[in-house]
């Protein structure tokens, strides 16, 4: 039995070190290409271009303020899905869930109209509003889902001590949410900062573009040489490294819990 449980390590390490090997290729692809000819002077280069700054920028205010008013927006509509009762609950809760299936592409051009409309083309909001629309049903579906395992005992026990729905919602289940909340954050931020075909639409203005377009940006601006290319692919690239490297045990955690009570 040991030595089949041995044997079951050594496979499992295996090829956990084969997907590692083929996560971080193109990563190392990425950073030997971006020291081609120049080295380290094209981070320096892609750094003093004084539009890199601004996408940097650009592409924090929207996942700021994306991550901050979804997130807010989820949280009340994962409890009143989850825990209260109300007419049309379930049709409603499946029609939310039916945005999971349209993609982004499909419905490119009737949003472009809108936002041409409402003049919201060139516009941080109207960006915001865009990713914030195709993000609820993913972040409603996640958060709801880590409301359903919390028992029902702890509001009924809170209404018994006279607190109001909303008092239980604050003090009672948004503590204890925080993990599910944390993970749909995280989704949040990784969809913001690597979205690339609505920026490419409505954003026409350089000066209000975001990362993704950078590596677009600079294969004009920096006269397309390879090295300065790939430098600010692994600049683009560091955030959401860092973002997930730093918050993956709360990713880790949010995923799992509930599973086991």
């Not at 380290?40 to 271009?49: G, R």
């Not at 979205?195 to 573009?209: I, R």
Request: glycine share 6%; charged share 10%.
């Amino acid at each position: 039995m040991e030595l089949q449980t041995k044997k079951g390590r050594w496979f499992t390490n295996i090829g956990l070190s084969l997907m590692a090997i083929l996560w971080l290729f193109p990563i190392f692809v990425m950073f030997k290409e971006s020291l081609r000819v120049n080295g380290f002077e094209n981070y320096i280069a892609t750094l003093q271009n004084p539009n890199f700054p601004q996408f940097v920028l650009n592409s924090f205010i929207v996942a700021f303020f994306m991550i901050l008013i979804s997130i807010s927006f989820l949280a009340f509509a994962a409890f009143g899905f989850s825990k209260l009762q109300f007419a049309g609950k379930r049709l409603l809760f499946n029609l939310v869930l039916a945005g999971l299936m349209l993609p982004v592409a499909s419905l490119i051009v009737p949003l472009f109209f809108t936002l041409r409309t409402l003049d919201g083309l060139n516009s941080y909001w109207g960006l915001i509003g865009a990713e914030i629309a195709f993000f609820l049903p993913f972040g409603l579906m996640l958060i709801k889902s880590y409301f359903d395992e919390l028992p029902n005992e702890l509001m009924e026990a809170a209404h018994i001590d006279g607190a109001s729905t909303f008092q239980i919602f604050y003090k009672v289940m948004m503590p204890l949410a925080k993990p599910a909340l944390a993970t749909a954050t995280i989704y949040a931020f990784l969809n913001s900062w690597n979205e690339y075909l609505m920026v490419l639409t409505f954003m026409t203005d350089p000066a209000k573009q975001t990362v993704t377009m950078a590596p677009t940006f600079f294969t004009e601006a920096l006269g397309g040489d390879p090295g300065k290319l790939y430098a600010s692919l692994v600049l683009i690239s560091l955030p959401t490294m860092v973002f997930y490297i730093f918050f993956q045990r709360f990713l880790q955690k949010g995923m799992t819990s509930g599973a086991v009570k």
